[in-house]
């Protein structure tokens, strides 16, 4: 069985569309300050952001020392799925948290298999910061399914997050098959994942999947995006990567990653950056051969027949993801 296959409403970027990485320079960046990631914000030190110094052009992106501040969920604790949707918000995406969990998000038990969500970020920015803390601090109170790191949330620190992530998965969830990373836009068609990941064909270790992205040359000129210097990465092209929106591991890899970071040098190009572990792995990501069907400019609404056969669909608004779930579960949406 192939695969899962992808349809986005995105053109497909270099790399996941929220990487802004060289854009604030308007001059050639020094190499000992592009990588620079953990950025520290006077108004996010209260909430426990950890003091951090530079230690130099390497080992910046993923500095190891953050602290999980929310973290009183049941999954993987009480109970082991065998799949876990880690879904990477940030702190102001409530409305995206509300509509998954009213949608792909209800269901927990698929085709016999436990499923959890479990929503994962880092501090709140800004001026409303501490009340924006506080508003997070109830929600999860209700409903005990959010993770949060006290890492500055930002797009710039992306590689912490997913990296924090591959941390709770190593410490809490040995026991579970699978894990999926998703971001908040985009619907999942839960039955067709699962139904896949049961499948006697697909591996239950060393096992990546998504919409890879395969020989994608390294930037060398400093005034354009993604930069990338010779002195960071030295080959021409970098290694396979599954494209962030969404991709799913089997948990071994996660641990494995998690390892090998203390020997890859970590950037904050994040995609990237899995894709230089799996390749210190020997793991190789597994794309479809009907990657054709993660298009360009995906035309909304999208058709029964296409809908019944994806697993994973980038949307425009929470209107189109409630669309979508309502309209997956109808009999007729089928080819």
Known sequence: MYPFTFLSVWPIPYFSTNF???SRYSTPPSTDKVWISAHRNPETLELG?????????????????????????????SRDPFLLLMVVVAPADVAARDVIRKTWAKEKVVLGQMVDI??????PTGAHAEQQQQKLQAEN??????????????????????MVMMEWLAANCQKTTFVMKVDCDIF???????????????????????LVIENRPVLRNPYIRFYMP????AEPVYPPYPLGTAYVMSLDVAVNI??????????????????????????????????????????????????????????V??????????????????C
């Open 20 to 22: 802004i990485v060289m």
């Open 49 to 77: 952001q950890p003091q951090w110094d530079d230690p130099g052009p390497y080992h910046v992106a993923y500095p190891r020392n953050y602290k999980f501040i929310m973290d009183d969920t049941p999954v993987c604790k």
């Open 118 to 123: 479990l929503f994962l970020m880092g501090l």
């Open 230 to 233: 010779r002195e960071i990465v």
């Open 258 to 315: 998690l390892t090998v970071s203390r020997e890859v040098k970590p950037i904050n190009i994040v995609d990237v950056y899995l894709g230089m572990c799996l390749k210190h792995l020997n793991v190789s990501p597994i794309n479809s051969p009907e990657a054709y069907t993660f298009v360009k400019d995906t035309i909304h609404p999208l058709s029964n027949c296409s809908l019944s056969k994806t697993v994973a669909v980038a949307t």
């Open 188 to 210: 999942l068609n839960v039955q067709n994942l699962v139904k896949h990941l049961l499948d006697p064909s697909t591996a239950k270790q060393n096992y990546v999947t998504g």
């Open 317 to 334: 608004d929470t209107t189109m993801m409630m669309n979508y779930w309502k309209k997956s579960k109808d009999p007729e949406t089928k």
């Open 141 to 162: 109170q209700q409903n005990h399914d959010m993770i949060q790191s006290n890492f500055e949330d930002s797009t710039y620190n992306l590689t912490i997050k997913t």
